[in-house]
Nanobody, 114 residues
Framework: QVQLVESGGGLVQPGGSLTLSCAAT????????MGWYRQAPGNERELVAT???????YYADSVKGRFTISSDFAKNTVYLQMNSLKFEDTAVYYC????????WGQGTQVTVSS
């Protein structure tokens, strides 16, 4: 099992910034993919960004140039730096871990509102 604990969500004004963190513990394999998905009310869960254990990153088009995913492999922690936040970024953000298994965090709310 892998446990994922997220932190860093909250309320922010449009144009503001937030950083999400996700710490992974348990039976973590050296080759894995971690990342973030989000789900807004009434919408399906969508991929935001991922990073592999080889530091290869992927971003959804909607966040390219505004969000940055990074990882501290020594701490098994992945971060999502979110800049220039928009109303449409409002969602519950879920941390994701995958090797040959998939695990999810409990989710953290990000609300962009004036």
């Amino acid at each position: 099992q892998v446990q994922l604990v997220e932190s860093g969500g909250g309320l922010v004004q449009p144009g503001g910034s937030l950083t999400l963190s996700c710490a992974a513990t348990g039976s973590i394999l050296s080759r894995n993919i971690m990342g973030w998905y989000r789900q807004a009310p009434g919408n399906e869960r969508e991929l935001v960004a991922t990073i592999t254990s080889e530091s290869i990153t992927y971003y959804a088009d909607s966040v390219k140039g505004r969000f940055t995913i990074s990882s501290d492999f020594a701490k098994n922690t992945v971060y999502l730096q979110m800049n220039s936040l928009k109303f449409e970024d409002t969602a519950v953000y879920y941390c994701y871990y995958n090797d040959y298994r998939t695990f999810w965090g409990q989710g953290t709310q990000v609300t962009v509102s004036s």
